[in-house]
């Protein structure tokens, strides 16, 4: 029997009721793929500062570091909104975590079943037929990291901020790696967006994205954007992408820009993969819904499971070379949907089942 053995950070909010329902899903596709899940769960965010003073206790990260991956809810929330911008849970957890197990390759599928098209702020003659592009952004470089990046107080009395955008040339191969194995999975076009009719590190990066992937695979069909453009690109016809390659700051803006557009963050996993192998040989990964915390409907057993398990799928897809599992979980959320079963964030006004309903369709989807 393989062991899966993970780290679960529940957080804040509807993130320990989505993990509960995650965890169950994934006890009973173990079942029936033959694996069985070790795992302990961790404070993280709010939880993290309210317990022990910090959104990253030394003793999740020491817990997490045990591990071969990590399944994350969601952190943040409005008790914690006055905290410095440093210090707020979202930033000062997953930043941090990020940095300790150099998740550099972030990725976040955007997908609309058609099925929910109503639920896109997009015309339904532009994303009818559903949506399915993958945004492949760069998440340990750029401006988010290099240093100088501080405040200081000039001698006239002005204050001065830098932040510095740096990228070298081995972060842009590794990254590019990453989606051009995405890619020939799918249908082997790239899109990647930079900013090079201004920025050095985008010459750089459109320079080194394209060497690259000549070099590692000349069948890839690939396609460069300049970002405002791509911003627009996205919203007018977002299925004319397929993977999107980005750096840092570009991928966490477009990212959000694509989850709107797929209609609800409550459908929405993403995977952050690491530089480094678990104890399975596969890549250590963090892997989190798109959504957030949810405050206002957190505890009333009636958040969306969907991103939480969808997440809990890649998990067994890149961190443990599960792929039947994988698509079992995916193609069991996939004919809940299609059933017609509703959590309200995607009911559109019609009727709605709790989480643990959802739930248990999904599980008896799994046999
Ligand atoms: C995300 C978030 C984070 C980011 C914040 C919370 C630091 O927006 O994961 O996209 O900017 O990367
Ligand atoms: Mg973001």
Redesign the pocket.
């Known amino acids: 029997m393989k062991l899966i053995r993970f780290a679960n950070l529940p957080g804040d909010g509807i993130g320990p009721e989505v993990m509960s329902a995650a965890l169950e899903v994934l006890e009973q596709t173990g079942k029936v793929y033959n694996f069985d899940c070790v795992t302990t769960s961790f404070d993280v965010g709010g939880v993290g500062i309210d317990k022990h003073g910090q959104a990253l206790p030394n003793s999740t990260l020491d817990g997490c570091r045990a591990m071969d991956a990590i399944l994350f809810g969601s952190v943040?929330g409005p008790k914690w909104e006055n905290l410095t911008p440093k210090e707020?849970p979202?930033?000062a957890a997953?930043?941090p975590l990020?940095k300790e197990f150099e998740l550099f390759a972030?990725l976040?599928p955007g997908n609309l079943f058609p099925e929910l098209c109503g639920l896109s702020p997009l015309r339904k003659d532009v994303v009818g037929g559903g949506i399915d592009v993958l945004c492949v952004?760069e998440?340990t470089g750029g401006i988010?990291f290099g240093q100088p990046k501080k405040t200081t107080l000039l001698e006239d009395g002005q204050k001065e901020a830098i932040d510095t955008m740096i990228y070298r040339t081995g972060e842009i191969k590794r990254i590019t790696e990453v989606a051009i194995k995405a890619a020939s999975l799918r249908s082997k076009r790239i899109c990647s967006v930079d900013k090079a009719n201004v920025l050095e590190t985008s010459v750089l990066w459109r320079q080194t994205v394209t060497e690259w992937t000549k070099k590692l695979d000349p069948s890839i069909e690939l396609s460069h954007m300049y970002v405002d453009n791509a911003a627009m690109q996205l919203v007018r016809d977002p299925n004319q992408f397929d993977v999107i390659l980005t750096e840092?700051?570009f991928?966490?803006i477009l990212?959000?820009e694509l989850a709107v557009i797929c209609g609800s963050l409550g459908m929405l996993a993403?995977a952050s993969l690491g530089t480094g192998s678990n104890s399975l040989d596969f890549p250590f990964g963090l892997y989190?819904p798109?959504g957030g915390t949810a405050p206002d409907i957190a505890g009333k057993g009636v958040a969306n499971p969907c991103a939480q398990i969808l997440s809990s799928a890649l998990m067994l897809r890149y961190s443990f070379g599960l792929e039947d599992a994988a698509q079992a979980i995916e193609n069991a959320v996939k004919d809940t949907i299609r059933s017609g079963l509703r959590t309200s964030d995607i009911s559109m006004g019609g009727s709605a089942v709790t989480t643990s309903e959802m739930t248990s369709a999904i599980l008896s989807r799994i046999v």
Do not use: I
Request: net charge neutral; charged share 40%; no cysteine.
């Open positions: 943040g707020q979202e930033r997953l930043l990020r972030n976040r952004r998440l988010y840092n700051m991928g966490d990212s959000d993403s989190e798109a």
